[in-house]
């Protein structure tokens, strides 16, 4: 048989219990990054862009209560023993109908998510040819040591220099013959992994070089540091806007949203809310959606009198169908009569209602401008805008 025939399964062990974690629960299901994938299913993912994989079981233990709430796209076996070695000896005995006495099986740590797809294949294409050329029963993913390592005695101190040179950690996957790794394990319930099985049985068994991110989740911090590496930072966007508008007799006052009493109104095409256009129009050049005035032209007879509530409304369903959520808005309206801070807490309220913000994102500072210019000569109302968008997608 030619090594071009063998086909390539992988079994995870994932029915250990982490106690090394100190967590509520097993080490492969706790979350990685804000995307909420547990560590299982981010490992799994990155095998499944191994294009030589035939299949992936995920071995878990019998009382296992979390992995049927996961989406995780492999076959999934209650195959779980005692340790390791028998989870995995377990699960190939479950296989022998499946997989091949020459097929190659590659067992990988569950918490090991962040290992690299190329590796993987390089494994396997070296292993097959290792085997071809009877250099080895199979190959194993290590990374060399470059630390200086020393060893120390129970009291923490350093006892013994030891030679780096031709150090390597083992990591996974490890990658054998499925007939050969079963009889081995048979053997040898009680290893740690499965190379030492296979060497125990008289196999030699290469080396690939690893990534040397392909680390083993084990304590907490490791969690910490794994999420660190995961979450792209949030993007956020700001926008600012601005509007003014004149008052005149015979018209309401219409401000943020609220109809307020006052001898004058405000002028305009619609109802004229100077408060509400500028914040379309920040929410809007947050986004890069441009600004009022092209998503509702104002030579356009249909929003003669338009309520700007609506066109509001309509500028941020664009934005959200864009990706992007308002984190919190503060304003700013200058005018010189009517008093406007009797009317705040209502305008910002009418405001989260508007947008369907939580209580407590809208900010409104009304400002007098001490009689100077023409919001102080109450000849108009002037208004700016300040908001902030976060992206929906991380
Ligand atoms: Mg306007």
Redesign the pocket.
């Known amino acids: 048989m030619t090594y071009a025939n063998r086909r390539v399964f992988v079994v995870v062990p994932a029915a250990g219990c982490g106690s090394r974690m100190l967590s509520d629960r097993p080490k492969q299901y706790l979350p990685l990054g804000r995307s909420g994938q547990t560590v299982l299913q981010t490992t799994v993912l990155a095998l499944l862009d191994v294009p030589e994989i035939d299949g992936i079981y995920v071995a878990v233990s019998p009382e296992d209560e979390y992995v049927e709430t996961l989406a995780i796209p492999a076959a999934v076996l209650r195959t779980g023993g005692k340790t390791r070695a028998e989870t995995v000896y377990q699960t190939l005995e479950a296989l022998s109908d499946t997989i091949a006495d020459e097929d190659l099986v590659l067992v990988h740590d569950a918490a090991r998510p962040f290992v690299q797809p190329q590796d993987v294949s390089n494994l396997i294409v070296r292993t097959q040819k290792g085997i071809e050329e009877g250099m080895c029963a199979g190959m194993v993913l290590a990374v060399p040591v470059w630390d200086t390592v020393k060893r120390v005695d129970e009291k923490g101190l350093l006892v013994e220099d030891v030679e780096r040179n031709g150090l390597m950690r083992i990591a996974t996957p490890q990658c054998f013959p499925y007939r050969q790794l079963k009889s081995a394990l048979a053997e040898n319930l009680e290893t740690t992994d499965e190379s030492s099985a296979m060497r125990d049985a008289g196999y030699a068994v290469g080396v690939v070089e690893s990534s040397s991110r392909n680390i083993k989740l084990t304590r907490p911090q490791d969690i910490e540091d794994a999420r660190s590496l995961t979450e792209t930072p949030m993007k956020m966007r700001i926008g600012i806007g601005y509007?003014?508008?004149r008052l005149v007799e015979g018209r309401k006052f219409i401000l943020g949203g609220i109809e307020i009493e006052h001898t004058l109104g405000l002028d305009?095409h619609?109802d004229?809310?100077?408060l509400l256009?500028?914040i379309t129009d920040a929410v809007l050049g947050a986004a890069r959606l441009g600004n009022?005035g092209t998503f509702f032209p104002d030579t356009d007879p249909k929003y003669k009198g338009a309520d700007?509530a609506v066109l509001l409304k309509t500028a941020y369903e664009a934005v959200r169908e864009a990706g992007w959520s308002v984190v919190n808005i503060d304003a700013v309206v200058v005018a010189q009569k009517p008093k406007l801070n009797p009317h705040v807490a209502a305008m910002q309220t009418r405001i989260e209602e508007i947008l369907e913000l939580d209580e407590g994102s809208v900010s409104i500072k009304p400002k007098t401008n001490e009689k100077l210019g023409f919001e102080g000569r109450e000849e108009g109302v002037s208004t700016q805008a300040v908001v902030l968008l976060q992206s929906d997608c991380c």
């Open positions: 509007d003014s508008h305009g619609s004229a809310d100077a256009h500028a009022i700007s």
